[in-house]
């Protein structure tokens, strides 16, 4: 049996959800356990998307969901430093515009991108 690495993680030390490669529906059952993680982590949960390089609605689909029972407990979502064609895909999901969601992104300022500088931050470096 072949194991391939897994390409969304959580990191229980630092409440970050990383993702990585291509993120689809194919791939959405590998992906159930780091975000049930995230769910019960303490505090605010940040998505890190700078290694992503494809991802459907279905990604989308299951960060809505993280996002919305994390503001429920009274916490929230950060996605950090989506390349643009996933940009592109937050837009239109509008995942962005749900309550308690962040977008930052270090290319957010210069106006690169589809979202205003309402919408996103600038992702803090380092």
């Known amino acids: 049996m072949i194991r391939f690495a897994p390409i969304v993680t959580f990191d229980e030390q630092r409440l970050v959800v990383r993702c990585r490669g291509d993120e689809d529906r194919s791939t959405q059952s590998l992906r159930r356990a780091p975000l049930s993680r995230a769910l ?6 940040t998505v890190h998307m700078a290694e992503l390089a494809f991802a459907d609605s279905s990604l989308m689909l299951d960060l809505t969901m993280l996002a919305r029972r994390l503001r429920k ?17 937050i837009e239109l999901v509008g ?24 919408d996103i931050r600038p992702s803090p470096v380092g």
Not at 40 to 45: E, L, P, Q, R
Not at 106 to 118: F, H, I, N, Y
């Open 73 to 89: 407990g009274g916490r929230e979502l950060t996605v950090r430093d989506p390349q643009p064609q996933i940009l592109r895909l």
């Open 40 to 45: 019960m982590a303490s505090g605010s949960v």
């Open 95 to 118: 995942l962005h515009r749900l309550p308690g969601v962040v977008v930052e992104s270090v290319g957010a300022p210069d106006g690169r991108w589809a979202l205003t500088a309402q």
